[in-house]
């Protein structure tokens, strides 16, 4: 069974960029949440897809949008970036939409913008 | 708003000992709890879980305790062992923006650090 997996590692950019991260879910995973994760803190919640659409959100701004695909992968695409979007982007998948279900995260990808 | 709150940033402990990391969280209506270990350039680990309907869970050296009427929970970890430092993060559903989605509410996480 293959794990989620995230590209890039690692991605250095420069501000008002744009960039397109990328996760592929746990095997007959359909619900993929995205996750930001700035040093010292916790992950925070950015959104959830299942099925395609965008299940809920947390508190970040427009410019942070993303796509699931039929095969259930998922990208995050973040516009117009700023020097605090610096971070270690996380991506987690999970069997069903339902509360309570285990969420299992990739690697990450570690943003520097400059 | 921290819904999660794990209050010791560190915390070390000698190899064998037990190893106890705590979490507070504010919403009552928070029905299930899961801890993750997070080593660096990882990704966090999902470790176990607890529903709110049960007091106690354990799975091997690992038991996670609930206490609902004080908000709290703490992970147990015996005998601690070197394999064992790393990042814990305590998590609870429901973002905090409360806008209904199912990601989870994480802790700060807590450093912990075993001596040998």
């Known amino acids: 069974e293959t794990g989620v997996t995230q590209s890039p590692t690692h991605l250095i950019k420069t501000r008002g960029q744009q960039v397109t991260l990328r996760c592929s879910s746990q095997?007959?995973?359909?619900?993929v949440s995205w996750y930001q994760q700035a040093l010292g803190q916790g992950p925070q919640f950015i959104f959830q897809?299942?099925?395609?659409?965008?299940?809920g959100r947390g508190n970040f701004p427009p410019r942070f949008s993303g796509l699931q695909f039929p095969n259930y992968s998922s990208e995050l695409n973040v516009n117009a970036l700023e020097l605090d979007d610096s971070a270690l982007y996380l991506c987690?998948?999970?069997?069903?939409?339902?509360?309570?279900?285990?969420?299992?995260f990739g690697p990450g990808t570690r943003l520097l913008v400059l | 708003d921290q819904q999660v709150k794990q209050n010791s940033p560190s915390l070390s402990v000698q190899e064998g000992r037990i190893s106890i990391l705590n979490c507070d969280y504010t919403?009552?209506?928070?029905?299930?709890f899961l801890w993750y270990k997070k080593y660096p350039a990882e990704g966090p680990t999902f470790l176990i879980s607890?529903?709110?309907?049960?007091d106690k869970n354990e799975d091997g050296r690992f038991t996670v305790f609930l206490n609902k009427s004080a908000k709290h929970l703490s992970l147990h970890i015996v005998p601690s062992q070197p394999g064992d430092s790393a990042v814990y993060f305590c998590?609870?559903?429901?973002?905090?923006?409360?806008?209904?989605?199912?990601?989870?509410?994480f802790g700060k996480g807590t450093h912990l650090i075993i001596q040998p």
């Open positions: 987690a998948s999970s069997l069903e939409l339902a509360g309570g279900e285990t969420q299992y």
């Open positions: 095997s007959g995973h359909n619900t």
């Open positions: 897809y299942y099925r395609e659409e965008e299940n």
């Open positions: 919403n009552s209506m928070f029905d299930y």
């Open positions: 607890i529903s709110s309907i049960k």
């Open positions: 998590a609870g559903p429901g973002a905090d923006s409360g806008g209904g989605a199912d990601g989870l509410t």
